[in-house]
């Protein structure tokens, strides 16, 4: 039995290394170029969010990866993937449908599902942030969002998320 745990937390620091890699070679690609649309934003942005989680006296750090594809100045859809390590060990999939409605203002309503001990439980992401252009195509982006899942937990999770667009 200790083996096994041992070997899924390699299996999961593994799985943190190659988003971590995945998301350097996208930072140090000078291919990747911002190219905006007509309305004056990108089309597309992916980014890589780290942060943390708290649910009562549960605490975890946060690691993920968005993807946003702005259909008008306003709207946009896309896709999430989060691991929470520590007292959660527990995985987040949701399909966002994003709102800015100034600026870089961004809201966020995210309906999906939690997957913690093998078990699946559906929430539904609200959240807020804000996103500051750094340099063409490239964004910080404070954010705070709350998890209601199935079960009657609110879980908040914030932190920061480096995007690029493109």
């Known amino acids: 039995m200790i083996i096994r745990r041992k070997n899924w937390t390699h299996r999961k620091l593994l799985l943190v290394a190659a988003v971590a890699l995945i998301f350097t070679a996208l930072f140090l690609t000078p291919a990747v170029y911002a190219a905006e649309s007509e309305e004056g934003h990108e ?3 992916v980014g890589l969010f780290l942060g943390g989680s708290h649910y009562s006296e549960e605490n975890g750090f946060s690691v ?18 989060e691991y929470t390590t520590e007292d959660f060990d527990s995985w987040v999939f949701a399909a966002p449908v994003f709102i800015h409605p100034y600026m870089g203002l961004r809201l ?7 997957n913690r001990e ?10 807020i942030a804000y996103q500051i252009p750094v340099s063409k195509g490239w ?4 954010e705070y969002n709350v998890d209601f899942i199935a079960n009657g937990e609110k879980v908040h999770v914030y932190g920061l998320s480096v995007g690029v667009g493109f």
């Open 43 to 45: 089309q597309n942005e």
């Open 64 to 81: 993920g990866l968005d993807y946003e594809h702005r259909i008008s100045d306003i709207f946009g859809v896309g896709a999430l993937v």
């Open 108 to 114: 966020l309503a995210a309906p999906g599902f939690e």
């Open 118 to 127: 093998s078990e699946n439980k559906f929430l539904v992401r609200a959240g």
């Open 139 to 142: 964004s910080i982006t404070p």
